[in-house]
Structures are given as structure tokens and as C-alpha cells.
């Protein structure tokens, strides 16, 4: 497999130990999803682990499904922290930090128009995602004021 991102070294994904604090649960159908991923995508980002403990601190789930594609090895980042709180935090910091955010879901039905009627939308790794049909080309001015729709260009005399 592809390994595109930077690491500290390789080692076997059996050799890992998740951290006994990591709150984050992987389903089985997630981890069959990141599987199929990284085998499209390749490795995009190490696995953390801590200089401190030993343990993982970040890529639980990317070592999952490192074990199910049955890996020899993975990329990994070891990562120096000051104290054990530190540490912690970024654990859970890693996991939560991502439910922060909200995907357009109309936005990236309308990009799959540039990707080709081949693309495997389940590589976006978005939970019970489909096509919207409907959805067409962006356009700013969709839910703009009627007034903003039809202005005129100062410099040149064209609508907007």
C-alpha cells in the first residue's frame, strides 16, 4: 500500500497498543469503510503514538483496518508529551474535535458531478450517503435577496 505521508517508521500493526483511556468506539461497518479507504487512498496519515506510554494516541480505527487488510506494516508518528494530562487530552481532543463539524451534504452531492459516473461515492466514507439528483450546479445567488439577484456590473454594464 501506498504510504503518502511523513512518519517517524514502520512497524507492524500487531505490535500496537490501543491507549486504555480512548473513548472512541470504531462499528464494524466503519472500519470495513476505512478499509476500503485506505486501500484507495493509501496511507494519508500516521498513526500517533505516544513516546511517553507506548500507546496510540490517534489512528485507533486506521489500525483496525490495517489488522482486517491483514497489513504488514503502518506508518507511524511517535509523539513526545510533557505529562500524562496532556497526553489524555489529545486522545480524546483527536475524537471530538471532528463532531465539531458540519458537511455540506448538497454542496458535495454537486462536486460528484466533476468526478466521473464511475466514482465510488463510499470513498467519501460518509454514513448512508446517496446521490441527490437534484442537486445542480452551485449558485451563490440561489437564496439571495431578488434585489442582489439582477445588479448590474459598474464597469462593464453586464447583469450579475
Known sequence: MDI???YTKLVKPKSL???????????????????????YQGWRYPIKVSKRSGFITSGHGRVMA???LD????????????SDEQEYADVQSDNAI??????DLSLISADLGDLG???????????????DFAAREFDPTENADPEEKHKQCPHCGGVL
Open 4 to 6: 503518502h505521508c511523513e
Open 17 to 39: 497498543k490501543p491507549h486504555p483511556k480512548n473513548r472512541n468506539k470504531h462499528s464494524e461497518e466503519q472500519i470495513d469503510r476505512l478499509a476500503k479507504i485506505l486501500t
Open 66 to 68: 490495517a489488522l482486517k
Open 71 to 82: 497489513m504488514k506494516q503502518v506508518p507511524v508518528s511517535v509523539q513526545a508529551y510533557e
Open 98 to 103: 471532528a463532531a465539531w463539524s458540519e458537511l
Open 117 to 131: 459516473p464511475d466514482f465510488n461515492i463510499d470513498l467519501l466514507g460518509i454514513k448512508d450517503f446517496t446521490l
